[in-house]
């Protein structure tokens, strides 16, 4: 069989992910080079997972790596450009959230791909996640009767890199790190309805100091269909990871956890190793997760994309998916800055979205 090769973008921590799901779960892939800006942590990266190559120039990696598929897990602000070389070299593209840090760059992405017939995914995992899918099935099903509302909250300490914290390279605080997921969840759930208005309120409340963005959110939209939908984000959370979703139906309700149902509970004096994602003790009482990466939904996703691919077929998630919830976030900014109620369509131009929380301020 012959495989289709992917360059990776980035060597942190979401790449490790990507990596081994890419190992354990997509046989029909082959990793092919790695590129990150700092060339001593690219060879240390491509050495750990047995990369043939690596690369510290960007422009490089994707052109002369030989790949079909650039799997892009970059800081936010070089999502953009790596799209749009990306497209040039005319290589499908896999990108982490969000989609890009303004909608003007989410537009130039879009366009460049559709220009080039290069096939763009926006890679929600949720979309993808086993616990996630069980619960979009038993709604579709009609186990719960017509959807009136729904729920999602991602929780914990804060981000692994310093960038997160820097709103220049990242846009905004844990609403563009974390929030983005309930987004893009809430639309998967309602077959993409277009959200109608967002109010949102926000607050740094544990890094202050460290982030002139938000740690801390809560964002409620209002979908044209008439569903609202609540969206709950911190980086203030401590203990690990906390990931839960809520679907209310006029004839029922669905709950599901997606890390406390996949973990052992375990009580240890002197701690060990790895408990779960964004856990800084293990000593005491703990939650040690299994198959973390595949009940977050990462390996469906990304051989959803290599399937696509390899078939010639439009993904589930598209750019245009990322493109609507960077506009929701938008919103979310602005009517936290305002204390108002905000409107879609809404498409201000701004230099990074946060700037519309922190400028009425």
């Not at 080079?33 to 060879?43: I, L, P």
């Not at 983005?180 to 969840?185: D, E, I, K, R």
């Not at 996703?301 to 696509?308: A, I």
């Amino acid at each position: 069989m012959q495989k289709t090769k992917i360059t990776i973008l980035g060597a942190g921590f979401i790449s490790d992910i990507h990596l081994e799901s890419y190992h354990r779960f997509v046989p029909e892939a082959e990793i092919v080079a790695v590129y990150t800006r700092d060339s001593e942590k690219a060879r240390a990266f491509a050495e750990k997972h047995q990369i043939g190559l690596w690369y510290d120039d960007l422009e490089r990696a994707i052109s002369e790596s030989g790949c079909d598929i650039v799997d892009i897990c970059l800081p936010n602000f070089l999502h953009a450009k790596a799209t749009l070389l990306a497209a040039k070299a005319g290589k499908h593209i896999i990108i982490e959230k969000p989609l890009a840090v303004t909608l003007e760059e989410a537009d130039q992405m879009l366009t460049a791909c559709r220009e080039a017939g290069v096939k763009l995914m926006y890679a929600e995992e949720l979309c993808f996640a086993p616990k996630y899918e069980r619960v979009r099935q038993l709604v579709t099903e009609g186990a719960i009767g017509e959807i009136y509302m729904l729920k999602q909250s991602e929780k914990h300490s804060g981000p692994h890199s310093d960038w997160f914290y820097d709103i220049n390279l990242s846009g905004g605080g844990v609403l563009m790190d974390m929030g983005c997921h309930a987004l893009a969840w809430f639309r998967w759930m309602l077959g993409n309805n277009p959200a109608a208005s967002v109010y949102a309120t926000m607050k740094t409340v544990l890094h202050q100091g460290r982030t002139l963005g938000e740690d801390n959110s809560v964002v409620i939209v209002e979908f044209e269909n008439g569903v609202t939908a609540v969206a709950e984000d911190s980086w203030a959370k401590h203990g690990g990871m906390d990931d839960k979703c809520e679907v209310h139906g006029l004839g029922g309700v669905v709950y599901a956890d997606l890390f406390m149902g996949n973990a052992a509970v375990a009580y240890s004096r002197e701690g060990y190793g790895y408990a779960m994602e964004k856990a800084d003790t293990t000593k005491g009482w703990s939650y040690a997760v299994f198959e973390e990466a595949f009940n977050q939904g990462y390996p469906q996703e990304l051989k959803h994309f290599v399937d696509c691919v390899r078939q010639d077929k439009a993904p589930l998630v598209t750019g245009e998916d990322g493109r609507a919830v960077l506009e929701i976030i938008y919103a979310a900014y602005a009517s936290a800055g305002t204390g108002r109620k905000v409107m879609l369509p809404f498409a201000p131009k701004v230099e990074k979205p946060v700037d519309l929380w922190l400028s009425p301020r």
